[in-house]
C-alpha cells in the first residue's frame, strides 16, 4: 500500500496500524507553519488529511521560493482566509460550536473576509501581521452598516469570534502572528446598543399550539415543542434524537430522561408521585397527553417517516419550516418558536419562586449566570417580588410602632412605702 507524501505509520501495542503526518525536520527547522499530527486508524480519511497537509505544504514551500501559488481551493497560508480554514478544522471549532450554529459562523467569516480596503483588496486576502488594532477598529466600523441598516449586534458578533479564532491559530501557528501584538481584537471598543430581551411563550400558547398541530398531523412538531417548554431540552437536541422512548417510563421509578448535550448533563425528571392516601398525582399529564399521539419508528421520540417501516430525524430547518407553517395556521405570533417555548419553560421556573438551586437542577445549568439569562422578567415575578417587598416593609412598620411604644414602669417606679436600708 503506497502511502501519501510525509504520511507514516506505526503498529500500536493493541496490534492496529495508526497513520501520522510527519512533516522532515529541516522544514520544521524552517519553521513550516504546517504541523505534524496523528491522522487516526483509518487509512481512507487518513490519506485525505494527508493530501490536504501536503498541499499545505507545497503552498508553503512555492511561497517560501516567491513561486506564485497555484491552489485555487486553499487560501495562501499566513492570509486571514487561512486563519478562518485552520480555525475551522480546530478542536475550538468541531467540538465546541453546535452544529446549528456552523453556518453563521461561516457567515461570519465570509462577511469579514469580503471587507474591502481602500485598495480594493480582499481582507481575506491580506496576511495577518497587516491587520493592526487601528485597522481591526476601522473594519468593526464597517461591519456595523450592513444593506438594511445598523447592525451592532452582527458586528459585535464578528468581532468576538475574530478575537476567538486569532488566539486559536496563534498557539499552533505562533510565527504567523505579529510577536508584539499577536490579537489585534482583543480591546476593540464596541457601541453601547440595547440588548434585545429574546422572546418567551406561555403555557397555554404552548399547548393551543400542540393542540392544533395534532389536529393538523403534525404530532412530532407539538411534542417538540411541549418537550421544550416542560422538561426545558434545547430544540436542537430534541430534534437530533437525544430524547428517546428508552427513557420514558422505562425505569424503576416513572421518568422521562432529558440528554443536554451541549452540557453532558443528564437529567430524570419524575414523571409522577404515589402519596400518602395512595393516590398519585402526575406532574406532567397534559405533556404525555401530547406525547401519546406520537408514533414509535424508532429509538428516538421525534423521528419523520421517510416511507414505511423507514424515518429520520427532522433537519433543522425543517423542523423550523414546520413550526411557521403551523403557528401562522393556528394565529399564534411570529414570536413562537421551539426556542421561545423553551425560553418559557425557564420562566415558569422563576415564576414559581424555586430556590437557583432547585431550577438548576431541573434545567442542567451549571452557573447562575447562564440559567438566570433565561428568565424573563415577566408581571408575574414583578408582582411576587412586589407583594415580598410590601410584605417586608409591613413588617418593619409593625416592629418600628413596637419599639416606640412607652415602656411601661414596674420595676423602676418610686413607692411610697418604700424604705431604704
Known sequence: MKLPRHMIYKKLASGHVAYYYNIPSRYRAMKCPVSNEPLGTDYAIASKRATTLNGLFDEWGASRKGLPVTGASTPLIGTVDWLFSEYKQSKAFTEKVAARSRKNYEWAMAEIGNVLTKSGHRIGSRP???????????????????IKGQRLRTAEKIVMLCRKAWRVVHRLYPHEFDRDLPNPWVGVTMKTRVK?????????????????????????????????????????NVIAGHIKWSGYRTGPKPSIQIEHHKTGAIVNHPLEEKVEDGSVVKFYADAE??????????????????????????????????????????????????????HGGMTELEESDLTDGQGRALSAHRTHQSYAGYAKRTEARILSATRKRHAHRLANQMATSVQNEPVDGIQNENSGNARSA
Not at 406561555?202 to 418537550?227: D, L, M, N, W
Open 128 to 146: 495577518i501581521k497587516s491587520i493592526t488594532p487601528r485597522g481591526a477598529d476601522k473594519i468593526y466600523d464597517r461591519l456595523t452598516m450592513g
Open 196 to 236: 434585545l430581551t429574546k422572546p418567551a411563550v406561555t403555557r397555554e400558547q404552548v399547548y393551543e399550539f400542540a393542540k392544533g398541530c395534532i389536529e393538523r398531523h403534525e404530532p412530532e412538531c407539538a411534542a417538540a415543542a411541549v418537550i421544550c417548554f416542560e422538561w426545558l431540552q434545547r430544540p436542537e
Open 289 to 342: 397527553a401530547v406525547l401519546s399521539h406520537l408514533s414509535r419508528r424508532g429509538l428516538p421520540m421525534i423521528l419523520r417517516e421517510i416511507e414505511d417501516g423507514k424515518a429520520k430525524p427532522y433537519s433543522f430547518s425543517g423542523m423550523q419550516k414546520i413550526v411557521q407553517r403551523m403557528r401562522n395556521e393556528i394565529g399564534l405570533p411570529v414570536e413562537f418558536t421551539l426556542d421561545a417555548c423553551r
